[in-house]
């Protein structure tokens, strides 16, 4: 495997973080590669890639306004080149996802989703705003907090996981509009954060923030709508301080799911069943940092790399891809603030 891959990382700029970072993966070495500063930007917490990795956008925050930054990518470097922004008063959104030419931004202290055309940077444009109503039982709760914003794998609808009404909604585009046409309530004060599709399209896995579970969900694409079926764990049951569960992500073949924990400050390992789709928990393995907001399979899936928030670095781990585990290898690059993690490959 002589592979390098070229990574991003979003971050905080409270402190020290310049903004987006790259880094490099030398995949033969097992090593990542010191990172540098990308690209200038306000708080750029969470980033996309278009489908076809010649797009970068990234959340972004400047003189109290907040939105979106559009970045060209070069290929071969994956130097980024500032094309176009879109900003707003107020505080910027906390996840964005770009697919088909269509950016949805979701917004956590404003309770809005924001749908954008966007078939190149140059052309972004606000097509049309969302806004949620509600709340929920747990003190972070008090009015919505949208935290996903993401369009099924088909395109057909977009998904929204908002951790302070307990709801995952369903939208279809008509025009410059969302339209509602679902709503899955789940158990009251168990905050969704993030969700991954099954590679079948037929199921789906919800991370809730609050209660550290994952929700095993059956997907009717006609419909748009979702059924629980099991939820499971992600920490361990002796563990009873503070856990904010972070990021879920599935392998492209669909047999493991992982899932991030700030607190416990690990990442859990779940087995696919072939048939049924639910999980089982095989592992949880520290990430050698504090807060790990995020983390990433690389292209090839044989590693991944956690992003510690507080303590400002990335870790790298191998991944045994028939076991689904992870051992931690001696490679920790420093980035500071850091929250997202993003592959070019």
Sequence with gaps: ???????FAGTYTRESSEGIYRFVLDAEAGKLEAAE??????????????????????????????????????????????????????????????????????NYHKGTVDLFQAHRPSALALKGTVQHEGNGPHERQEKPH????????????????????????TYKIEGQ???????????????????????????????????????????????????????????????????????IHITSDGKFVYTGNRGHNSIAVFQVDEETKELTLIEITSTGGNWPRDFVLDPSESFIVASNQKSGNLVLFARDQK??????????????EVVCVKFLG
């Design 146 to 169: 949208v935290h996903y914003t993401a369009q099924t794998p088909d395109g057909r609808y977009v998904i929204v996981a908002d951790l302070g009404t307990d709801e995952l909604v």
């Design 37 to 106: 500063v990308a690209a200038n930007v306000g708080s750029p917490t969470y980033l996309a890639i278009s489908e076809d990795k010649r797009q970068l956008y990234s959340v972004a925050q400047q003189d109290g306004l907040g939105g979106v930054h559009a970045y060209e990518i070069v290929s071969d470097s994956g130097e980024l080149h500032y094309v176009n922004e879109k900003l707003e008063e107020g505080a910027p959104p906390c996840h964005l996802d770009i697919q088909n030419g269509v950016l949805v931004t979701g």
């Design 177 to 247: 509009a969302l339209v509602k046409v679902a709503t899955l309530h789940v158990e009251s004060g168990s905050g969704p954060r993030h969700l991954a599709f099954h590679p079948d399209g037929k199921t789906a896995y919800l991370m809730t923030e609050l209660s550290s579970e994952v929700i095993v969900l059956d997907y009717d694409a006609d419909q748009g709508s979702f059924t629980e079926k099991q939820k499971i764990k992600a920490i361990p049951s002796d563990f009873n301080e503070t856990n904010d569960a972070s990021a």
């Design 1 to 7: 495997m002589a592979q390098k891959y070229i990574g």
């Design 323 to 336: 076991t689904g585990k992870l051992t931690q290898l001696d490679s920790v690059v420093d980035v500071p």
